[in-house]
C-alpha cells in the first residue's frame, strides 16, 4: 500500500506519453446538398466536408476513429488506404471482408497505429460509396529528428478525382441491369473537392446548378516566389486514369505511396485511382502572373472536361485568370509516356527495402471482362468476384466456412498458355465466386497481373491494383503476355519501389513481390469503384491463426448473427 | 413402439393441417429502374415488381415471409399495416420500435397470423423508403362457410399512391435542410402502380421519360356489363389525401381497415394514406363505352395532376379513351364533404364490436408545426419525435433503458386550456425526444388527436394517424378544440367504426377509444410519409412483461450489439 503514491505517478507517465500519441477524431457522416462543380446533389460529408477533415499525425501514432454513421438508411465503412493495419486486421475498413458495415445511429470506433510516414487516404469501402464524396487524406510525418531525401519549405495535400452527378444507387444499377448500362464519363474532374461544370448543359435544370457558387470556385495553390513546396497528390477517382500538370513548373518525383522514390523530374505526373505521390515545385517562374493547375482524363476515350485550378503567386489575386490558355496535357491513348513514368518510378537509394531474390508462389491473374448470363462482368482468372455477406476476417477466425465458397481460385488459368490476350475473351464459362486465396504465412508470393482485350475488339485498358495490409514490390512491367520462364530472369530484384497500388497497362503485364508476413483477410481488386463492383478483385488469407480476438464490434452482420446471445 | 403407425398417422394428419395453413413467401428487394408514370427512375422492387406481390390468405392463416435485402448499402424493414401481430409483436416491422433493419444480404423471417378477414396492406417502415416503391396488398378473406353482409361477383384491389420523383435520400435531406426545403407536390398520382407524368415537361431529360413505356400504360379496371365488383382500395400516398371516383358509377362502401361498415353510398371516396375500404360497384351504366377512373389530391393546394385510369367494358378496348372529359373531383378545399363522409362510417349494425363505455385514461396529442432551432418539425404535446437506435421492444424487454429517454411524454400540453388552435403556434420551446408512453396493461384509453394551425397563418392541414398492433373505435369528431367535459358526453358508444387509420380534419378533432391488450410496442403516427420524418408520432408500450422471448433475427443494431458474444 505504501507504493501507491509511486504507482499512480507511474500511470500517470505512462497515461501522458500514451495520450501524446493518441490522435482522436470524431467524425459523423451524412448526406447533405452539396455543389462541388456547381452541379447541387446528394454528397456524403464528414463533419460537413467532401472531402473529409485530413489526418495529421506522427509515425507510430495511434488514431482514434469515432465514427457515427447520420445517413438515414445506409449503412458504411471507411478503409484506411496505404495504412497496412499491422496488428489490427479488423481496423482496415473493408466491408465483407474485415467488417459488418455500421449501421445508421450506430458510432464505430476505427483504432490503429499509422507506422511509417508518408501520404495516404481514406475512404468508403462499401457499395459505391466512395463515389459519394466520403474520402480524404492521411498524412503522417517522420519522427522528431528525422528528415526526407529532400528539402522543401512548405507541404501541401490534394486529392484528385472525377465526379458523377447520378447517385452511387443508379450507378450501381446501372452496372447490374439487364442490358448493361455503362456509368458513363465523368462529368467533371475535381481538384482537392472542386470543379467546374458547365450549366448550360441542355437538360440540366436552372435551379440545380449555379455557376457562382462558391462551393465550386477554382482550387487554388497560393505560393510565395522563389519557395520549394512538397506537394502530396493523391487519386481516388471512380473511373479516371489522371495526367496533373501545372503550367511551366517541372515536378520532381520524391515519394511513392509512402516510399521515397530516386527522384526524377516531370512535366505531368501521371496517377492513378488509389496512388499518392509527393512531387517538390518550385515557384522559379515569372511571378507576376498565375498559372494554370491541369487535371486530365488519360487512356480511355472520354468527353469529360479538364479540371482546372490555379497556381496562384503571391501577391496575384487568386481569382485571377492566367493569361494563357491551359496546358491541353497528354493524348489520352498515348500509351508510351505512361509505361516510361511506371519504370522511373524506383526506390531511393538510401531506403531501399531488400526484396527476397526468389519467391515461394506464383500467382498469375489473367483480367477479363466477360458476359456471365447477361451481364457483363470483370473476372479474375475467370472468377468474377462477389463479397460475401460475412466478412471473411469473421468466418475464418469463427469457423463459419459455410458462409463462403471453399474451392479456392486458380494460381493460373486452364489453358493459360494458349489464351491470347489481344483478342476478345473467348466464350468460355467465366463464373460468380467469393472464394479466396489462402497463402502459407511468411512466404513470398508473386502476383502477375495480366492485362488482356476487353470484350470489344482492339481496346485493353489500364487497372489500378491495390493491395490492402501490404505494401508490395514491383519487380517488372512488360508488354504482351507473360512469359513464365523468360520473363521473371528480368525482375528488378535490386531497387524496385514498395507500392500499395500498381496500374497494369494495357494489353501489358505487371508483376508485384509480396510477403505473406501480417496475419489477417486481404482485399486487392482494381480500384476502379464500377470494375471492383462487376468483380475485379480477389482476396488474400495469411496467418488467420494469429490475429488475435476480434473486436465484437465487426460483427452483426450475415451469420455472425448467431453470436446473438442476450 | 406399437403404436408407431399411429403416432405417425397422426403427425401426417397435424402437418397437412399446418402445412394448409402456413404461406410462404419468399421476396427479394432490389433496386430496378421503373417508369410508373413514364419517368425513368430507381424504385425498390419486390421480385421485381412495385406494387410488390399481393398476399392472399384466409383467416387464421400463418404468413412467412423470407424477406431477402439485396439492396446495395441500404437496410429495410416491412410493415404489416392492420395486422395486430398478436403474440408476435416483433414482426411489426417497424425499425427502432420492433426490430432492428435487415441488412444487404440477410434474409429475414416475418412471421405472423392474419386472425381477421380484410383488406391490408404492407410496406416499408424505414426512413422514407415507402415512397421509393416498397408496398403492396394484403387480401384476407372469410373462414370457409362464412359470408361477407354483401354481395359482389368479382373482387379486385388497387392501392392508389402519389410519386415523387426524386429520390427519398434527397426528399429526406431537404426535410433536414436548413433552412428547411418542403418535398414540394407529388409529380403524379399512381392507381395500382401506373400514372402519367408529361414528358414535355421543361426540363426532363429525353431519355429519361417515355410516355410510350407500357409501364406507364394507364390502370384499366375491366369489368363484364350487369357485374358487380367489390374494390378494395387502399392508399399509400406519400403526401396526399385523396378523392377516388369511377365517372358515372356509385360506390357503395362496404368495409373500412377490415371492418364491415353500415352501407353508404358515393360518388367519389375519399381516403387518406394508410386507410383501406372495399367498395361495390356495378357495371349498370351504357356498357358500349369506357368511363374515367380518377384520383385526385385534396387537402391542400396543389399542383398534382388527376390520376387517370379506364373503367373498361368488355369488350370495349380497354386502351379506348372515355369519349368524355374525366370528371375534375371535387375542390381541393372543400372540408364539409370530407367530414361528412367520416361521420357517415359506422359499425354494420351485425359486425359491431361493443366499446367499452368508460375509459381509464385520456391523452390529448395535440399537433403542431413547429420550429426547433432552424428546423422545422412537427410535435405533439411539444415533443418532436425520433426515433431511438435500439429499438424499444428490445430495449423495453432486455432492460436497455439507456437507449431512450425516460420521462413519459405528458398526457396533456401544459396550458391546454389556453391554447388557441386557431393562430399559429406561440413560440414555445418544443423539443425532440425519443420518450414514449407506458400504458397500463388491459385498461381503455382514450386519444384525442387535436389539430391546429401550423406556422404559417390561416392553414390547417389534414393528418391521417395509423395505429399499430390494434384497432380502435372512432368515438367522436369535431371541429375545434376538444372540449374535455362536454365532448364526450357526444361520443358515439353505440356503434362505432373500428379502424387502425383515421384523419383529423383541419381545426378539427378526433376522439379514439382503445383496449391496450396486445403486449408489445405499438408506433402511432401520422401516415403521410414526411411528416412522421419530422417527428409527428409518439409510441405506446403495454404489457411488455407478458412479450414472450424475443427472436434475435430481430437484434444487431445500436445498443443490442452488446449481446454479441462469440
Redesign the interface.
Known sequence: MKNLPLIYALLLVILSLAEARIRHYRWEVK???KSPDCYRK?VITINGRSPGPTILAQQGDTIVVDLKNSL?????AIHWHGIRQIDSPWADGTEGVTQ??I????TFRYKFVVDRAGTYLYHAH????REAGLYGSIRVALPAGEAEPFVYDYDRSIILNDWYHR????Q???LS?IPFLWVGDPQSLLIQGKGRFSCSTP????DSCNTTNPECSPYVFTVVPGKTYRLRIGSLTALAALSFEIEGHNMTVVEADGHYVEPFVVNNLFIYSGETYSVLVTANQDPTRNYWVVSKMVSRNNTTPNGLGIFNYYPNHPSRSPPTIPPSGPRWNDVGPRVNQSLAIRSHPDYIHSVPQTSDRMIILLNTQNRINESVKWAINNISFTLP?TPYL?SLK?NLLHTFEQTPPPDVINGYEAYNISNPPPYISATTSNSLYRLKFNTTVDIILQNANMIDAGNSETHPWHLHGHDFWVVGYGNGKFNVSEDPKRYNLVNPIMKNTVPVHPYGWTALRFVADNPGVWAFHCHIESHFYMGMGVVFEEGIEKVKK?P??I????D??R????
Open positions: 448526406y447533405e446538398f446528394l438515414l438508411t445506409e449503412n458504411v459488418c458495415p449501421l445508421p445511429g450506430d462499401y457499395g459505391m460509396q447517385s452511387t444507387y443508379e450501381a444499377a446501372r441491369s437538360g440540366i435544370a436552372a455477406h469473421i469463427h476480434l465484437t464490434s460483427m452483426g452482420c450475415g455472425t448473427k453470436f446473438i446471445k442476450p
